[in-house]
């Protein structure tokens, strides 16, 4: 089993910046693959960015050239500048991992972001 905590989340003026981090723990499990995803009322859960293990990244549209995604081994960050209301949702780590031996994926229990007008 793996574990994602996350932190970093608030409240924050359109404009302003917020880092987001997520540490994955738990015994014997190696990642593939790491990530956010966030999840407004009332809307899907939607990814927003995600990092692989050779570093390859990939951004939601509405996010991109303002969010940044990086990993240091089993923690990921997401530095989020010029936020809009829009961005306002609960956001989620996650990780796809192997664990004994299955590929699974695993998620944290959020963190919440309200970007204020």
């Known amino acids: 089993q793996v574990q994602l905590v996350e932190s970093g989340g608030g409240l924050v003026q359109a404009g302003g910046s917020l880092r987001l981090s997520c540490v994955a723990s738990?015994?014997?499990?190696?990642?593939?693959?790491m990530g956010w995803h966030r999840q407004a009322p009332g809307k899907k859960r939607e990814l927003v960015a995600g990092i692989i293990s050779g570093g390859t990244t990939n951004y939601a549209d509405s996010v991109k050239g303002r969010f940044t995604v990086s990993r240091d081994n089993a923690k990921v960050y997401l530095q989020m500048n010029n936020l809009k209301p829009e961005d306002t949702a609960v956001y989620y780590c996650?990780?796809?991992?192997?664990?004994?031996?299955?590929?699974?994926?695993?998620w944290g229990q959020g963190t919440q972001v309200t970007v204020s007008s």
């Open positions: 996650n990780a796809g991992a192997y664990s004994g031996g299955y590929f699974s994926t695993y």
């Open positions: 738990g015994s014997m499990f190696r990642i593939n693959d």
